[in-house]
T-cell receptor, first 112, second 115 residues
Framework: KQEVTQIPAALSVPEGENLVLNCSFT??????LQWFRQDPGKGLTSLLL?????REQTSGRLNASLDKSSGRSTLYIAASQPGDSATYLC???????????FGTGTKLQVIP | NAGVMQNPRHLVRRRGQEARLRCSPM?????VYWYRQLPEEGLKFMVYLQKENIIDESGMPKERFSAEFPKEGPSILRIQQVVRGDSAAYFC?????????????FGPGTRLLVL
């Protein structure tokens, strides 16, 4: 059974700071790992999808890495902005492509 | 291309009533997934459907909950005789096909409140 843990649960940083969000998973037999963003009262926005054959993916100021052997992924946000304030969710497949297990998220607040 | 649509966005029901949540996948997507997010908890997988087929319902409660994805029309998540513990945000996601290269695109969710 896949279990996904995210640390820290909450993070508050001043604007402009670089930061790292951590995700760990117990079942390393995954095909991919995905990072999402959730804004209060809203749905989920896919940020990055890393295939198991990749070690990292980049999109703008975001960089996600994947280390299957250690069961870890990190999301790096460069030069944080107040608009980055949201909850960030890590998700890994569990028992097949379709069943995705989510972490409980890291709630990020970027202070202007 | 419109995203995944869910309606209603907010639904209030009294205990014992039925709740029907609808999900229209993105155009061209034939795979639908339902997730539930209980207050202060993470999202939990409920059910995975393809057109006219339930593929995996291992995350759905055995009683009172059912899901369908007909040949025509939206996917429906139905909760009979709702209880207060059903209050949650229900998210639908869709993908064009199954496979490890496919991301799931999420809708805005339906927030169910049971009084």
């Amino acid at each position: 059974k896949q279990e996904v843990t995210q640390i820290p649960a909450a993070l508050s940083v001043p604007e402009g700071e670089n930061l790292v969000l951590n995700c760990s998973f117990t079942d390393s037999a995954i095909y991919n790992l995905q990072w999402f963003r959730q804004d209060p009262g809203k749905g989920l926005t896919s940020l990055l999808l890393i295939q198991s054959s990749q070690r990292e993916q980049t999109s703008g100021r975001l960089n996600a890495s994947l280390d299957k052997s250690s069961g870890r992924s990190t999301l790096y946000i460069a030069a944080s902005q107040p608009g980055d304030s949201a909850t960030y969710l890590c998700a890994a497949p569990s028992g097949g492509y379709q069943k995705v297990t989510f972490g409980t998220g890291t709630k990020l607040q970027v202070i202007p | 291309n419109a995203g995944v649509m869910q309606n209603p966005r907010h639904l209030v029901r009294r205990r014992g009533q039925e709740a029907r949540l609808r999900c229209s996948p993105m155009k061209g997507h034939s795979h639908v997934y339902w997730y539930r997010q209980l207050p202060e908890e993470g999202l939990k997988f409920m059910v995975y459907l393809q057109k006219e087929n339930i593929i995996d319902e291992s995350g759905m409660p055995k009683e009172r909950f059912s899901a369908e994805f007909p040949k025509e029309g939206p996917s429906i998540l139905r909760i009979q005789q709702v209880v207060r513990g059903d209050s949650a945000a229900y998210f639908c996601a869709s993908s064009p096909k199954e496979g490890y290269q496919e991301t799931q695109y999420f809708g805005p969710g339906t927030r169910l409140l049971v009084l």
